[in-house]
């Protein structure tokens, strides 16, 4: 089969030619009709050999649909042909964590070596994907897996993260998306469908703005030096209730403290290495920082749902998958207006 890995510590993806895998007790492959690319597969391509924990070569891809290609002995609930969605975030499936479906939040994952696929495990850029357990799978009915793949983490992880700040987005409210990109249009479109609270998007170009606005965001702001201020502006002064940080760099994590309401929230979901002081003076009065990851197994049937009433739709860009190393470059620059879906069956 075909297969996306990265190979070499520094270099590109690359399209590589693998031997089918076949199914154990227990496991199930997976005919992959469709895989996301993310910007977390750029920044763990991008780390430094000192930093990088995981074996080489790897197959990429952690946001996967298709169908049952095989069933390994004593596997049931799903038959050969049936259309599925992956839960890539794998716990120990023995915790208490992992037994209210919260397996982004296993404690024993790391110590017992059980990574995500894409992210330490073989991934879903590839023809077949072998899934370690049937309770990672979950079904897709009618969707269209191409338009739905990406809601297993574009659509997940802002979830999450969007869920927990509910109540404080009472009529009146105002939430701060930074970055419009994959999970940010995602964010937009999940907060005018959750909640009363006024949407302001950040982000770096107007084509991203632009889209934005396409997706339901009340304003617009060019995420620079001046974004805090004119958020105060377009809030009287009073700051955002809850600020969304889907890209978590520096700049972004300042701007979240300097736009951020007394008693207001900040979640920092992007990963490009920013922190966030806490503390008297370093934000206003109780304001509170968390650093969501992911999202659990009830909730991706909730977005699933929210993709099947319509609530909320992923702009995708496809490619073949020997057109793989090319979407990442054009994920890499910001060309991808939404998000990049890899198809290895064409």
């Not at 927990?164 to 009472?170: I, K, Q, T, V």
């Amino acid at each position: 089969m075909k297969a996306v890995q990265y190979r070499t510590v520094g270099a590109a993806p690359e399209v590589v030619a693998l031997p089918d895998p076949e199914p154990g007790p227990g496991q199930v492959l997976i005919k992959v009709t469709a895989a996301g690319a993310c910007h977390s597969d750029i920044g763990l391509m991008s780390l430094p050999a000192e930093r990088f924990r995981f074996p080489l070569p790897m197959t990429l891809g952690h946001e996967g649909a298709g169908t049952v290609a095989a069933l390994g002995d004593g596997v049931t609930g799903f038959a050969e042909g049936d259309a599925v969605a992956l839960y890539a975030p794998w716990g120990c499936g023995s915790c208490p964590q992992c037994a209210r479906g919260s397996e982004n939040y296993c404690p024993h994952s790391a110590r017992l070596g059980i990574h995500p696929p894409g992210v330490g495990a073989p991934g879903a850029m590839a023809e077949y994907l072998l899934v370690d357990d049937a309770r990672h799978l979950i079904p897709l009915g009618d969707l269209d897996p191409v338009r739905t793949v990406s809601f297993t983490d574009a659509a997940l992880t802002p979830y999450h993260a969007i869920k927990r700040s509910l109540p404080r987005l009472a009529p009146g409210s105002t939430a701060v998306v930074i970055g419009a990109g994959g999970l940010g249009h995602v964010a937009i479109q999940l907060l005018r469908t959750l909640s009363s609270a006024r949407v302001i998007a950040l982000d770096v170009t107007e084509e991203k703005l632009e889209l934005a606005r396409e997706v339901g965001a009340h304003d617009v702001v060019l995420s620079n030096q001046d974004a805090a201020r004119r958020i105060r502006e377009l809030t009287g002064g009073l700051g955002a209730e809850a600020v969304f940080d889907f890209v978590g760099a520096r700049a972004t994590a300042e701007t979240s403290a300097q736009a951020v309401a007394i008693q207001g929230e900040i979640a920092m979901v992007g990963i490009a290495g920013g922190t966030l002081p806490v503390g008297i003076g370093a934000v206003p009065y109780g304001a509170s920082a968390v650093a969501p990851y992911w999202g659990t197994l009830p909730e991706l049937f909730e977005v699933l749902e929210l993709a099947r009433s319509g609530a909320v739709d992923i702009h995708v860009e496809t490619f073949g998958i020997d057109e793989a190393p090319l979407a990442y470059e054009r994920l890499h620059a910001g060309k991808i207006n939404g998000r990049a879906v890899i198809l290895p069956h064409g």
